[in-house]
């Protein structure tokens, strides 16, 4: 890994350890999904450093709403939703020759494939695949692990939420995939 990469990977850490926690399980995820695809090792290099860099941004929204142990209003969610470009622009700022592609995959991690989602609404196949794949994987684990304001759900109801009402908001074929590999993966929840 890029030693840049490395330390901002730790620097969110130090920041939040959650979100790093979260980083790493949505990493192993991303490449379980990549690889039950058939990308190639050099794109499961590039999907893992974008899963990993995916929540950087939130380096720079601030404690009293990243910490915050509810709901958000409406003011507090746009600041919360900021990270996606924040994380663009610092990834985009790295001295690597995957810098573009990789800040632009951290810019998409939150479009749905309905066009419901931030920051551009962008619909299907106008969201870049990498995106769409750490977005799988961010959504499960969200949904799987504890947090101040919702405990973990299990797996089994985390599967029909991804599929049910939230189904349009995800490739189709990569949730099929998606539903396919996580029932052996190490990372499914109870
Ligand atoms: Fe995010």
Redesign the pocket.
């Known amino acids: 890994m890029n030693p840049i990469m490395k330390s901002l990977s730790v620097a969110l850490g130090e920041r939040d350890p959650e979100t790093r926690l979260h980083s790493d399980r949505v990493i192993g995820l991303s490449r379980e999904l990549g690889a039950h695809i058939e990308l190639s090792s050099a794109e499961l290099e590039i999907l893992g450093l974008a899963a990993c860099l995916?929540?950087i941004?939130?380096i720079g929204i601030p404690d009293r709403i990243l910490l915050k142990p509810g709901c958000f209003a409406p003011d507090e969610r746009e600041t919360m939703r900021s990270?996606?470009l924040i994380?663009e622009r610092i990834v985009k700022s790295i001295d690597d020759e995957r810098s573009g592609m990789l800040s632009g995959i951290v810019r998409h991690?939150?479009e749905n494939y309905d066009g419901s989602g931030y920051p551009d609404g962008l619909r299907g196949t106008d969201i870049p695949l990498f995106a769409r794949i750490i977005s799988l994987a961010?959504n499960y684990d969200a949904m799987a692990t504890t947090r101040p304001y919702h405990p973990g759900r299990p797996h089994r109801e985390i599967i029909d939420i991804l599929a049910g009402s939230d189904g349009e908001k995800f490739d189709p074929d990569l949730l099929h995939a998606f539903c396919h590999i996580i029932e052996r993966s190490p990372l499914r929840t109870a």
């Open positions: 995916h929540d941004g939130k990270h996606a994380g991690h939150h961010d």
